[in-house]
């Protein structure tokens, strides 16, 4: 699920998604790297986060571990939320 979607973004379709079947796993493939729209998605009930540019292996980690049940953030994504938090 990307967050930059045309007629409706990531954050409302993930909403919609949730309040129609709560136990959906969604990762979400996006550009955004800042903190506050990790939170967002994650709050909003994404099982996953991942930048765009993620290598391929690094996607199916993410998906076998959502599919296992399990949250998963890129490490991009990590080390961008850790480096902003240190300033």
């Known amino acids: 699920l990307d967050i930059d979607m045309p007629v409706m973004d990531g954050l409302e379709t993930l ?3 949730k309040q129609i079947d709560n ?7 996006t550009i955004h790297s800042e903190k ?3 939170q967002k998605l994650m709050d909003i009930g994404a099982s996953g986060y991942l930048l ?3 290598s391929k292996n690094e996607m199916l980690e993410a ?3 959502v599919n296992a049940g399990k949250k ?3 490490d991009v994504a990590t080390n961008s939320i850790l480096e ?3 300033l």
């Open 84 to 86: 902003k938090e240190k």
């Open 15 to 17: 909403t919609k998604l």
């Open 36 to 38: 506050a729209v990790i």
């Open 63 to 65: 998906i076998r571990k």
């Open 72 to 74: 998963y953030i890129c």
């Open 52 to 54: 765009k540019n993620v």
């Open 23 to 29: 136990n959906i796993k969604v990762i979400s493939l």
